[in-house]
Nanobody
Framework: EVQLVESGGAQVQPGESLRLSCVAS????????MSWFRQAPGEGRKIVAF???????VYPDSVKGRFTISIDNAENTLDLQMNSLKPEDTGTYYC?????????????????WGQGTQVTVSS
């Protein structure tokens, strides 16, 4: 059974850092495109990072230079290091697996999701 379980969310002040983790089971995350999405209150899910099986990483401009996505193959874990956090980074963060034959990064092209972990950035 495929499962994704996130952890690491917390309430922090602007400028602080957090590290989110997503433990995968039932498949090898290194064989898939894996993504982190953020959902702010009242909004849809937006991608904040993805990593391909080749190790390519892509970030939207809003988080580029502050967020880093990585994989721990030994633990089958997907991580997201978030530095210099801003209030606009607030939301529920989800890790997700993209469908094997998909070609976009739309939420619709991701077939398994974690339950989400809440990040709140506020002074």
């Amino acid at each position: 059974e495929v499962q994704l379980v996130e952890s690491g969310g917390a309430q922090v002040q602007p400028g602080e850092s957090l590290r989110l983790s997503c433990v995968a089971s039932g498949f090898s995350i290194s064989a898939y495109v894996m993504s982190w999405f953020r959902q702010a209150p009242g909004e849809g899910r937006k991608i904040v990072a993805f990593i391909s099986p080749s190790g390519a990483r892509v970030y939207p401009d809003s988080v580029k230079g502050r967020f880093t996505i990585s994989i721990d193959n030994a633990e089958n874990t997907l991580d997201l290091q978030m530095n210099s956090l801003k209030p606009e980074d607030t939301g529920t963060y989800y890790c997700a697996r993209r469908r094997y034959n998909a070609s976009t990064l739309s939420p619709r092209d991701h077939d398994y999701w974690g339950q989400g972990t809440q990040v709140t950035v506020s002074s």
